[in-house]
């Protein structure tokens, strides 16, 4: 995926708390249960203005068998102004993601996990961010 700027219509809706969806090269704050498939792995972002992906955190009894609603896999951020943002499951104790690759990004990884008491992030390469 090529990065995405920041139309002239949205530069007034960007604020440091406030991203709007169309900046990311790839974006879902929450898993998808409605559908039958909802895998996003092996892909990568390149150059995004702002961020460069933003998926769900997964259980972590769950993080080693990827099923039909928790697919979020082995992908790479590179050259954003924030590689990935990862979105908490309320409620959960252990979540986390597999497999997360950030280079060259402003800043690699930011993570917005609500009431969990344990983070894990397995095989994440975080390189000059």
């Known amino acids: 995926m090529a990065g995405a700027l920041v139309s002239k219509s949205l530069e007034s809706q960007v604020t440091p708390t406030s ?4 900046v ?3 974006y879902q704050p929450t898993a998808d249960t409605s559908t039958t498939f909802n895998y996003f792995f092996v892909n990568g972002c390149f150059g995004s203005q702002y961020a460069g992906m933003s998926y769900p955190l997964v259980d ?3 993080i080693d068998s ?3 609603n928790n697919g979020f896999y082995v992908n790479l951020a590179a050259g954003a102004r924030i590689g990935f943002i990862f979105n908490g499951i309320p409620n959960t ?3 986390g993601t597999l497999g997360a690759y950030a280079y060259h990004n402003r800043v690699g990884v930011m993570m917005y996990p609500p009431d969990t008491k344990t983070l894990l992030l397995k095989t994440a390469y975080l390189f000059e961010n």
Do not use: H, L, S, V
């Open 19 to 22: 991203i709007p969806e169309e």
């Open 24 to 26: 990311f090269c790839y």
């Open 60 to 62: 972590c009894a769950t």
């Open 66 to 68: 990827p099923t039909y």
């Open 93 to 95: 104790e252990c979540q």
